[in-house]
């Protein structure tokens, strides 16, 4: 088992910067892929970026594409989204999440372990 840990939200301005953590447990966190979701008030949670458990892959969500990097520390057992250029549109608690390796997944099916989630909010 593995346990998730978000943080870095906060409140910044359109165009602003942040950068989420995602601290994980476990001694077989390398084995983990894994996401980060975002679910914003009144819309299902959804993928927003995805790297496998080398780092050797990922994927993004059409809408970040560009602005957001996915990266992972696996001897920090930390997984990081740097988000740049933000727009309000992104506001939206964020979630990592953990799965069995096997690809860069794009929907919550197959993710294990969930974090608690950050708040990200961006004003105009």
């Known amino acids: 088992q593995v346990q998730l840990v978000e943080s870095g939200g906060g409140l910044v301005q359109a165009g602003g910067s942040l950068r989420l953590s995602c601290a994980a447990s476990?001694?077989?966190?390398?084995?983990?892929?894994m996401g980060w979701f975002r679910q914003a008030p009144g819309k299902e949670r959804e993928f927003v970026s995805a790297i496998t458990w080398s780092g050797g892959s990922t994927r993004y969500a059409d809408s970040v594409k560009g602005r957001f990097t996915i990266s992972r520390e696996n001897g920090k057992n930390t997984v990081y989204l740097q988000m740049n250029s933000l727009k309000p549109e992104d506001t939206a608690v964020y979630y990592c999440?953990?799965?069995?390796?096997?690809?860069?997944?794009?929907?919550?099916?197959?993710?294990?372990?969930w974090g608690q989630g950050t708040q990200v909010t961006v004003s105009s």
């Open positions: 476990g001694r077989t966190f390398s084995t983990y892929d």
């Open positions: 999440a953990a799965k069995n390796a096997g690809g860069t997944a794009a929907t919550v099916y197959g993710y294990l372990y």
